[in-house]
Nanobody, 124 residues
Framework: QVQPVESGGGLVQAGGSLTLSCGVS????????MGWFRQYPGTEREFVAA????????YLVDSVKGRFTISRDNAKNTVYLQMNSLKPEDTAVYYC?????????????????WGQGTQVTVSS
């Protein structure tokens, strides 16, 4: 069973930076399109960023463009979300996601495997 595993969440002041990492157990990272979602209390999980299997295509939601970067190192079986200039509204649980269909948009409905989530809290 493929299982994404996140790490790197925590508490940071507004304007600060955090890097989230995600490994994949039970599978090979290079076989999956990878991405990140976040979820605020009482709301649906929302897309943040995705990266294709071979890094040719990167997708970011408008609210994080210029601040967040998604990257992957297939040799290390790890995908990263570098978050800079963090804002209090970035506070959420962040989920790593993996999907087999590299050619399809990554949405809540197309993701095949979810991580357990990691809390990111940005204080003002």
């Amino acid at each position: 069973q493929v299982q994404p595993v996140e790490s790197g969440g925590g508490l940071v002041q507004a304007g600060g930076s955090l890097t989230l990492s995600c490994g994949v157990s039970g599978g090979t990272l290079s076989s999956y399109k990878m991405g990140w979602f976040r979820q605020y209390p009482g709301t649906e999980r929302e897309f943040v960023a995705a990266i294709s299997r071979q890094e040719h295509n990167v997708y970011l939601v408008d609210s994080v463009k210029g601040r967040f970067t998604i990257s992957r190192d297939n040799a290390k079986n790890t995908v990263y979300l570098q978050m800079n200039s963090l804002k209090p509204e970035d506070t959420a649980v962040y989920y790593c996601a993996a999907m087999r269909a590299d050619w399809r948009p990554m949405t809540v409905d197309t993701v095949d495997y979810w991580g357990q989530g990691t809390q990111v809290t940005v204080s003002s």
